[in-house]
């Protein structure tokens, strides 16, 4: 899994913060994390946690981020 910025085509201006899961170029997919967080919480009962709205802040937020980050996208 990498992280990436990406945008959107349906709101091409507003960069989100993303991660690239998959293989290879053919066989990869961008998730986008806020929308993976709030299936998550819905669907499986996570608990709410304050999702960064750029992979700034997502680096900076420090271990706990990329650990929840990490078991949402597993």
Do not use: C, K
């Not at 945008?7 to 961008?30: K, M, N």
């Not at 998730?31 to 709410?48: E, F, I, N, S, Y």
């Amino acid at each position: 899994m990498r992280y990436l910025t990406f945008a959107d085509p349906e709101d091409p201006r507003t960069p989100r913060p993303g991660a690239l899961l998959g293989a290879g170029p053919s066989e990869s997919t961008v998730v986008d994390l806020a929308r993976a967080a709030q299936w998550a919480r819905q669907t499986l009962g996570l608990p709410v946690e304050a999702q960064p709205t750029s992979l700034f802040e997502l680096i900076h937020a420090g271990p706990p981020a990329w650990d929840y980050t990490r078991n949402l996208m597993n």
